[in-house]
């Protein structure tokens, strides 16, 4: 019923700059965290960067991406800047959302997006 969809990923040099973008659609009464994480090679599913009331990034984040919601459009974005080529991976958008004012919260995903950046 709820599907969160991803777009702008791709291949980009050393240094370059993308746009990540995450829009929800589906039965959705309320959303609290948006979020994005990554997978990159050899490491496991990483919180890259969320936004619940404030951004908060993990520290191989700051001060090179930004994360910014647009709640009237159901949207999370993630502008990644000064990209390496250790950032290529798999970018996943997650949303906590309350379909219903008296159901549960629950987690959706994305299916994820190619980052990929070469040197």
């Known amino acids: 019923q709820v599907q969160l969809v991803e777009s702008g990923g791709g291949l980009v040099q050393a240094g370059g700059s993308l746009r990540l973008s995450c829009a929800a659609s589906?039965?959705?009464?309320?959303?609290?965290?948006m979020g994005w994480y990554r997978q990159v090679q050899g490491k496991q599913r990483e919180l890259v960067a969320s936004?619940?009331?404030?951004?908060n990034y993990a520290d191989s984040a700051k001060g090179r991406f930004t994360v910014s919601r647009d709640n009237a459009k159901n949207t999370v974005y993630l502008h990644l800047n000064s990209l390496e080529p250790e950032d290529t991976g798999v970018y996943y958008c997650?949303?906590?959302?309350?379909?219903?004012?008296?159901?549960?919260?629950?987690?959706?995903w994305g299916q994820g997006t190619q980052v990929t950046v070469s040197s």
């Open positions: 936004f619940g009331d404030t951004p």
């Open positions: 589906g039965r959705i009464f309320s959303i609290s965290v």
């Open positions: 997650t949303m906590v959302i309350q379909e219903r004012s008296w159901g549960p919260w629950s987690a959706y």
